[in-house]
């Protein structure tokens, strides 16, 4: 199905037409892939299904129009919001997401859509509590015996990289980070702490830039994953979905890597939400480096957050400074002491 979304004209001209994310367009094609397996038709057979029952018909020489709520549009709608909560079992606010990228795709094409399904979501507001410390982390980490996870969770903690951009790594970008030049080389390295320098996908549009580290804990712990895959090349993911294949990590499999831990350490919230997620450690991430330091613009660049305005200062920007700041930083994000 990847393909024939790949290849749908409707699709090709929606991403094209709104310059989106490679994040945003695996959302799509996310949605897509589940209206396509529960009702058997491509995006552009769905554009042209809606177009037709929103077009007139006369019935005694009088023009009829279908009433909204009796289009196959609104059962769409509906049998999607029952299959995300019944079948996929996601969160309120997943499902929300889910049902808006639908709606945004019918609206591209002008299509008159049904009214939305409401639902209430809990509120945004964390408190401490809701963050991991870092014995929830090293719990985490000292229980999977899976290396990729455990390299994973480490990497995120210690740099608040989202998971978005972790998936679309390839080995040269660690490479790169490393500052070595070689597979073989990295391989038989330890304890470095890399440079990753790089614009965020999920704000690319807004110009942010991240310049960030990680610790050497986390880098011993990629390492130790990478020994473990076989014929290493550059342009391979640095992460991987399955053992045995070259494919990169994908939304959902992360996503199922820390329910995994979650549901096997830890719990579900009131709301029904997991308490270990990924994005959870970029909020560990930035509560620690906040707490700990008296920078709030490093901070903001160490996260890929919007600085706000044009900052010629060049201790913001360098990469020493900002490393020295980071170092200072490392006690409080390295989980094995």
């Known amino acids: ?16 037409r709104r310059n989106i994310s490679k994040n945003r ?6 949605v897509l892939g589940d209206i396509y397996k529960l009702t058997n038709k491509t995006p552009s057979k769905l554009i042209n299904d809606a177009k037709k029952e929103q ?6 020489n009088k023009i009829i129009f279908t009433s909204i709520e009796d289009r196959t549009i609104t059962e769409t709608f509906f049998k999607y919001y029952i299959y995300l909560i019944n079948v996929k079992k996601v969160s309120k606010a997943t499902t929300d997401s889910y049902l808006k990228i639908l709606r945004s795709f019918y609206n591209e094409y002008d299509i008159e859509l049904p009214k939305p399904i409401s639902i209430p979501l809990p509120h ?11 014995r929830d982390i090293k719990k985490a980490v000292n229980d999977t015996n899976n290396l990729r996870d455990k390299a994973l969770v480490l990497l995120m903690s210690s740099s608040g990289i989202r998971g978005g951009d972790i998936r679309n790594f390839t080995v040269y970008d660690f490479l790169k980070a ?19 320098d790089f614009i965020p996908s999920k704000t690319q549009k807004k110009g942010n830039i991240c310049i960030t580290f990680n610790t050497p804990e986390a880098t011993n712990a990629i390492i130790d994953y990478l020994r473990n895959r ?30 995994k831990i979650n549901d096997e350490l830890f719990y579900k919230n009131s709301n029904g939400d997991r308490f270990f997620h990924a994005h959870i450690l970029k909020k560990f991430f930035i509560n620690t480096c906040t707490q700990n330091s008296a920078d709030p613009m490093k901070v903001k660049l160490l996260s890929g957050h919007r600085m706000g305005g044009v900052h010629n200062n060049y201790n913001t920007i360098n990469k020493i400074f900002m490393k020295k700041f980071y170092i200072k930083l490392l006690p409080k994000l390295t989980m094995n002491e």
Do not use: H
């Open 1 to 16: 199905m990847i393909k024939e979304l790949n290849n749908d004209k409707r699709v090709q001209q929606l991403f094209m």
């Open 25 to 30: 367009e695996d959302a799509y094609k996310i």
């Open 55 to 60: 077009e007139p018909y006369i019935v005694n």
């Open 124 to 134: 945004s507001f964390l408190r401490p509590d809701d963050i991991p410390n870092k």
């Open 178 to 196: 490393t500052n070595i030049k070689t597979i073989s080389k990295l391989l038989n390295t330890d304890d470095i702490i890399p440079c990753w």
């Open 230 to 259: 076989n014929d290493l090349k550059a342009n391979n993911p640095l992460f991987i979905s399955n053992k045995g294949s070259n494919d990169f990590l994908s939304r959902f499999t992360l996503i199922n890597i820390f329910r």
